[in-house]
């Protein structure tokens, strides 16, 4: 596989959080970056940003829930470039609240965005990818993937899912040897995603305990292109959930209900909102912010109660 230097890479969510952490590393360290977003304003924000770091960027406006806008993205970067190296699915939104209280639709496009997304960036690279007889496809995923996200069932479905569905694409891709489909799991990242996502709780969206940086999703994803595997977890309240939720699912379900419940109800009041869900934040930022705040959140004790549980339970099985 290419080194990243001179690597093309397609980052599609480029405009803020994890996205914009990646392209500002990854064009300090010398690849092409082509960068999507749906705001073709924050998007160009980015590509001078990157081009300053010494990166050559183009910006390409996709959403990612287009089917035939994701097709066009690769097409110019296949023209831009005459290659594609690296493709990162990326983009994610949220719907935040009691199930029932969250409109379908709100489930509907998150699914979309989420799940549906990263199938069409698949769709798109693959072909691309076999002709050049190798690539990296790298999905940005979650501990939602394994873990039970009470007041965002559909977040954690559409993260299942895409799991799932790299998965299979990593069994149906077993001949082609450097062809490979990599995916990051972050537990809480400092983005301002959580802010811009559609929140139907009635309280603002506030977080709590271990909260990763961006760059250090962006430095797993890195570590993907340049030593490509199944999977990359980052930070230790990654490794702890995962682990509970293998040793303790029972227990951990119970923890995950009890914690956000809690943490919901004890936030400041706010109104509802569908955020970034059918239009995209003014604000890109890498960072959201909640690691600076202070007041009650998610309760730090309770990441170590989850962990406690699953440490427990797997003394007494030995």
């Not at 690849?31 to 590509?47: F, G, I, K, N, P």
């Not at 490794?239 to 119970?254: D, E, I, K, N, Q």
Request: charged residues 20%; proline residues 6%.
């Amino acid at each position: 596989m290419p080194r990243i230097s001179g690597a093309v890479v397609v980052i599609a969510g480029a405009s803020s959080g994890i996205g914009r952490a990646t392209a500002q590393l990854l064009a300090r360290r010398g690849a092409h970056l082509v960068l999507a977003s749906r705001r073709a304003d924050t998007l160009e924000t980015v590509r001078a940003e990157c081009e300053r770091l010494g990166a050559e960027a183009i910006a390409f406006p996709t959403d990612v829930t287009d089917a035939g806008a994701v097709q066009q993205l690769a097409e110019a970067a296949r023209i831009r470039f005459g290659r594609i190296d690296v493709w990162i699915n990326n983009a994610g939104i949220d719907a935040i609240g009691p199930f029932e209280e969250v409109p379908v639709e709100a489930h509907a496009q998150t699914i979309r965005t989420n799940l549906l997304g990263g199938i069409h960036g698949a769709h798109a690279v693959l072909p691309v990818f076999k002709r050049q007889r190798q690539g990296v496809l790298i999905n940005t995923l979650s501990i939602g993937s394994w873990v039970p996200t009470p007041f965002a069932a559909s977040y954690a479905a559409s993260k299942a899912g895409a799991l799932a569905f790299a998965e299979s694409l990593r069994a149906e891709l077993q001949d082609h040897a450097d062809i490979h489909v990599c995916d990051v799991f972050p537990a809480v990242v400092d983005t301002p995603g959580l802010r811009h996502g559609a929140n139907h709780t009635g309280h603002r969206i506030e977080v709590g305990g271990p909260v990763t940086s961006p760059f250090a999703v962006a430095e797993a994803i890195a570590s993907l292109i340049e030593e490509p595997r199944a999977a990359a977890v980052v930070g230790p309240a990654a490794w702890a959930l995962r682990l509970a939720s293998t040793v303790a699912p029972g227990p951990l379900r119970w923890a995950m209900g009890k914690v956000m419940r809690r943490g919901l109800g004890r936030a400041p009041k706010a109104g509802v909102s569908d955020g970034n869900l059918f239009e995209a934040p003014a604000d890109h930022e890498v960072y959201g912010g909640f690691r600076k705040e202070a007041g009650l959140k998610l309760p730090p004790k309770a990441w170590l109660t989850v962990a406690g549980i699953a440490g427990f339970l797997l003394l007494r099985r030995r």
